[in-house]
């Protein structure tokens, strides 16, 4: 059976918050390349483009917590719209920031909205939808993720060659910000919660709504034996910290919890974050101009794109492990053979004709890619002398009697295997966007009952964020220390360490109503295979329960 209309537009309307989500993702991965060139004054060395991306998503994890609390206060719908509103306002923040510092507080309240949007929007969404078009939809989620992702890499190759075109990538954020604050003002809030105010009535009318029929007994039967449990057993529900301490009491959602923050702990130590939020700033490390670079990267949102669609297709088709483990272990092809290109690469690269440094202390200056990936260093080739390393800010007087005559320099090394590096990229992103990308939302929104979903889906998604600054804050200096080879073979064994855990302690939530996930774990701690979690007795009793 389709969805009526209302239904699929209240889909749109939440999954914007994804699209935000990944717009700013995208779109900064073009933005600190084009900072660099456009605010020279500013000084950005690594730790601060570092320090800039990662304000942002420890905001985020702040605004997850307070997610939490709000959304049980005050509900999704006005959740997700406070969100809107603030990303609104952060984008005129960032658009006229007079230093970097300023942008740092831009890209805080934009952390914070996204924090409130990206934890409540597959709740949202799950809690509104049946269970058999549950999976699809909140995949699709996922799939606004990566369509905002595209969007921010096209604005960032469209708005990189203009002066401060930084400024439009970053403020154009307020258009889709404000679409989606119009449109929630005709969306209904959430049904389930509502059941919980007391308001029982209206519950059954946005279900009915929703569903396109009257037959939605079963469904209003399952939540009142959800909040009957509730209400009646001490050991549930609560306020504030009353809830977290109900939740450790309780066995099966402690443990629910502990596999939902390793899904998003394991999704954010694959490195996605930072082969998306620095995926321009990979392929100049691997040889392509900064112009070139920002368009490559699109290329690689695109099929960040293309293969979400798998996952749409995939989710109830394969189920939630399958598609995750096969989609894990592509990543790990992916993420080796960007480790492999990066030595080729290096191995590769054209001798300096001296090995000598001109003001550009720390740089090892035994290739052409060991002195441009030091910090302002870049190359210029003498016609008598071929390749040397210089200070990118050295003087023009001694640019010339340095290089021989020749006045330009450059940051990139010219070298025919770069294509390992973007074959990379796109294999890793072929693995994750189906399954690591959009499961761990997805399973996360099933898998807690309903007295502690709020909570549950706020901590995991806090977790979410901390684990990605982590990861968006080191990378670069990872990559210096290790080598960049070493930073993806690092990730590398990560996901193969999550391959192992979620193969045996992972459960399979297709096809189960969120009245019942709580079972899941009463009497399981491993779920070896690829069986449905929890199989009731008698299916009959079950639909009619």
């Not at 990936?373 to 190359?379: N, R």
């Amino acid at each position: 059976m389709g969805l009526p209309f209302k239904t699929k537009l209240l889909v749109f309307t939440a999954v914007m918050g994804g699209f935000l989500f990944g717009y700013d993702t995208g779109v900064m991965s073009g933005c600190l390349v084009a900072l660099e060139d456009a605010e020279p004054t500013w000084e950005l060395s690594d730790s601060r483009k570092e320090f800039i991306v990662s304000s942002a998503i420890w905001a985020c994890a702040v605004g997850a917590l307070m997610a939490g609390f709000l959304n049980k206060l005050m509900g999704r719908k006005i959740t997700m719209m406070g969100g809107a509103a603030i990303l609104t306002i952060a984008s005129f923040i960032m658009a006229v920031a007079p230093n970097w510092q300023v942008l740092v507080v831009g890209r805080a309240f934009d952390g914070i909205a996204i924090g409130f949007v990206s934890m409540t929007g597959p709740l949202y969404i799950a809690e509104q939808l049946p269970s058999d078009w549950r999976g699809p939809m909140t995949v699709c989620n996922q799939l606004l993720i990566t369509i905002g992702i595209l969007a921010g890499s096209i604005v960032a190759g469209i708005f990189e060659p203009i002066a401060h075109g930084w400024r439009w990538m970053l403020g154009l954020s307020c258009v889709p910000s404000t679409i989606m604050f119009v449109l929630f003002i005709f969306m209904p809030k959430s049904a389930r919660w509502l059941y919980f105010q007391g308001d029982t009535e209206q519950a059954r009318a946005i279900l009915i709504e929703l569903r396109g029929t009257d037959s939605v007994s079963t469904e209003m039967n399952e939540i009142a034996e959800d909040y009957k449990q509730t209400t009646e057993n001490e050991e549930l529900g609560g306020k504030g910290l009353e809830v977290l301490v109900n939740m450790m009491r309780n066995k099966s959602v402690r443990r629910a919890l502990f596999i939902g923050m390793m899904l998003q702990l394991f999704q954010q130590f694959s490195g996605i974050n930072s082969v998306m939020y620095y995926s321009a700033t990979i392929l100049v490390m691997s040889g392509a101009s900064s112009n070139k670079a920002i368009w490559l990267s699109t290329a690689v949102s695109t099929a960040n794109v293309a293969f979400t669609f798998i996952g749409v297709y995939g989710v109830e088709r394969f189920g939630r492990k399958k598609l995750l483990l096969g989609s894990m272990v592509v990543m790990m092809l992916g993420l080796t053979l960007l480790g492999i290109a990066f030595i080729v690469i290096n191995n590769s690269s054209k001798a300096m004709a001296v090995e000598g440094v001109l003001d550009c202390s720390g740089a090892v200056a035994e290739s052409c890619y060991s002195c441009v990936k030091a910090e302002q260093c870049g190359i210029c080739k003498s016609v008598t002398e071929g390749l040397k390393c210089i200070d990118t800010t050295a003087s023009a007087s001694d640019v010339e009697k340095y290089c021989g005559g020749v006045m330009s320099i450059e940051t990139v090394c010219k070298t025919k295997e770069s294509w390992l590096a973007i074959v990379g990229l796109v294999l890793y992103i072929m693995g994750f966007a189906p399954g690591m990308g959009p499961l761990p939302w997805t399973i996360n929104s099933e898998i807690f009952p309903n007295w502690a979903r709020d909570t549950a889906l706020s901590l995991t998604t806090f977790m979410n964020w901390v684990c990605n600054s982590i990861i968006s804050q080191t990378f670069l200096q990872l990559s210096n220390a290790a080598t960049p080879s070493g930073a993806f073979f690092t990730y590398c064994a990560i996901t193969l360490v999550g391959v192992c855990y979620f193969y045996i302690c992972l459960p399979e939530t297709k096809g189960i109503s969120l009245e019942h996930t709580e079972q899941l774990f009463e009497s399981r701690l491993t779920f070896i295979g690829f069986k449905a979690g929890y199989e009731p007795k008698n299916k009959k009793n079950h639909l009619n329960e």
